[in-house]
């Protein structure tokens, strides 16, 4: 008993270190993912348990040093991890062997994170690379939740099999899915201030239409476009609204946490809402009262915050059964109201970027596959634009 309460101490103590840390100077988040409660069916075949995981993720800026965050924030059991490392990712699942480094937590490999809580590793000496790709590596125990705390559209492959790996062990074989479990952001240290942009969203952010493994969603090429000199964070999340239905925590319940607690971070993007619009079909005039209503709460959040604020208009969706005549007038409106609004320092005029001149309620026909969702095309440009316009 002494020894868990001796533990447990611990632990705590490591988690408000974390929080600490996040206010430290010099510090900017490189990536970072909206962590979400993972249901039965977004869950690996068999539990995570005595498994090794193998995640690849796709940085913005470099840097020497490095921290990152696990979180167990929507479990109700803890997660035991026996070690994690990190390695520069080669053709499907190998990594470069040489370039492996394993994480401490408070001086160990091993830690298991308590229901509700995330924490920061040891700060690590590493050299990562702007835009590089990176391998996490999470060698889990025996005890992990039933519901993972995950991310649902990682837009890369994820690799697990049984036992515990080593930098050298190849996964053949392995069990493939296209979620993120357990990794929530990572932080570099930076010699200069550097400007860090976070993207609040739903599947057009989070990355519905891009290619998997290809690093191609519309925040990919806004950091490609910035060179690796500003960092971009996708925190959009698939079905997500602003105000009420949609998956996962609406973004008025997530943005403290997802958006304003994310390390470094000086202008914020919300381009959120499409889901509000198409999943509320009874009243849409009271949709728009609502989605002006959060859109003020949360400039006001981020400002308070010292934060830049950017405003994207909400892009067509005719063909796609979100559209009706109702959803039509509710988008046109809220786009107006948000042209007009001098309240941000800047407005992403998504919907003029990508509209078909020939029908303004459509998304160009090379943009779309299903009416809504970008191509890869589509986040090109999209990507390149929101560079253009958010500084």
Known sequence: MLKKFIFGMALTAMTISAQAQSTDEGWTATWATAVEFTGPGDMPKASLSNRSLREIIHLSI???TLRMQLSNIHSKEPVEIKSVYIATPLDSSDIDVKSAKYLTFGGKKNVTIEPG??????????HIEPLQRL???INYGEVTPKNASSHRGSRTTSYIIPGESKPKTHFTGSEKCDHWYNISCIDVQTTEPTPCVAVLGNSITDGRGSTTNKQNRWTDFMAEAYQGKAAVLNLGIGGNAVVRGGLSEPALKRFDRDILEQTGVTSVVIFEGVNDIGGFKPNHMEVVRSLQDAYKELISKAKKAGKKVYLGTITPFFGNSYY???????RLTINDWIRANKDVDGII?????VQDPTNPKALKKEYSDDGLHGTPAAY??????AASIVK
């Not at 009706?324 to 509710?330: C, K, P, W």
Request: proline share 0%; aromatic share 14%; hydrophobic share 40%.
């Open 324 to 330: 009706t005549h109702f959803s039509e007038a509710a």
């Open 135 to 137: 391998a996490v590596t």
């Open 380 to 385: 090109e440009a999209m990507g390149k634009y």
């Open 349 to 353: 005029d998504f919907d003029k970027l």
């Open 117 to 126: 809580k995330a924490i920061y590793c040891d700060v690590l000496k590493y």
């Open 62 to 64: 470099g840097g020497e």
